[in-house]
């Protein structure tokens, strides 16, 4: 029996990049062409996510570089300032070309976000916005307040993740946190679109702190040129001041008043 290795270990990297790639299906409520493949590679197997660059359809607001390469991207910052969880996503040659691979989630039952009847939000879960269901009865968009999609939001505002919808973010059954689908992030305009609002004005985590501290000599240094691959120069440098910027403010931010916050459809 092949052994699939956890998200977190270095085997699975390398099975993503080096092991042998078969479409198994394509997820049919994906907009651009994302398929479900498995992964082989010397006795090691596991599920991946396969975009090819040619399914891309193109966006006009980003007309630079690819999305898939916004994806590897994304992947490369959140690994490397410590913000955040995505699973292993590399860019590679598959059946329809290149494209980007991503390890695979399998996922517990944890609910993480969600719309609910205003008494049925546990008393700890964070509300983001009010609104009404298609019968007219209040309903609110609401998500837990939990340290992995925490610092998932906070990724987001360094990224400037302009899609951060619900389903975008995994309860792994490893009890980690995984976002995924980060093909429209990395922009140099403030664009942040997202469902995980729920901690805005509050200090940020200590620990988040560091890393953004010490994020922007990485960006000035090795993570910049492996991010030159995939982006223009003025968009690594905008992840720097976003860095600085959050740290100046020392708080979650509000939305901005140029642009759609929250996501829609929601999930
Ligand atoms: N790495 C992954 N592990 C587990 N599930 C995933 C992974 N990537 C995507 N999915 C699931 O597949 C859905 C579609 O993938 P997504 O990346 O959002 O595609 P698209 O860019 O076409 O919207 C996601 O909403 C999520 O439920
Ligand atoms: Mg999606």
Redesign the pocket.
């Known amino acids: 029996m092949p052994e699939s290795p956890k998200p977190t270990d270095p085997a699975a990297k390398h099975l993503i990049a080096h092991g042998k790639l078969d479409v198994e299906g394509r997820l049919v409520?994906?907009?651009n062409v994302?398929l479900y493949c498995s992964v082989e590679l010397d006795g090691m197997c596991a599920n991946a996510v396969y975009k090819p660059v040619n399914g891309e359809r193109p966006l006009w607001d980003f007309p630079d570089g690819t999305l898939a390469g916004r994806e590897v991207a994304t992947y490369l910052l959140s690994d490397a300032s410590g913000l955040g969880s995505i699973p292993p996503t590399v860019l590679r040659d598959g059946p329809f070309g290149v494209g980007m691979v991503q390890l695979w989630i399998e996922t517990s039952e944890e609910e993480l976000i969600d719309v609910r009847a205003p008494a049925d939000v546990p008393p700890d879960w964070r509300v983001v916005l009010h609104a009404h269901d298609r019968l007219g009865d209040p309903a609110v968009l609401t998500h837990a307040d939990h340290p992995g999609v925490r610092d998932l939001a906070i990724l987001d505002i360094i990224a400037n993740n302009t899609?951060r919808?619900g389903?975008?973010v995994l309860a792994g059954t490893d009890g980690r946190i995984y976002g995924?689908?980060h093909g429209i992030c990395l922009h140099v305009e403030p664009k942040l679109r997202t469902v995980l609002w729920g901690w805005i004005g509050e200090p940020l985590p200590g620990e988040a702190v560091e890393k953004l501290r010490a994020l922007p000599e990485k960006i000035y240094g090795s993570l910049g040129e492996e991010l030159a691959t995939h982006l223009t120069g003025l968009e690594i440098e905008a992840i720097a001041d976003r860095a600085e910027a959050l740290l100046a403010a020392g708080v979650f931010p509000e939305p901005g008043d140029d642009w759609r916050a929250i996501p829609w459809p929601l999930f």
């Open positions: 409520d994906a907009s994302t899609d919808k389903g975008h995924v689908d």
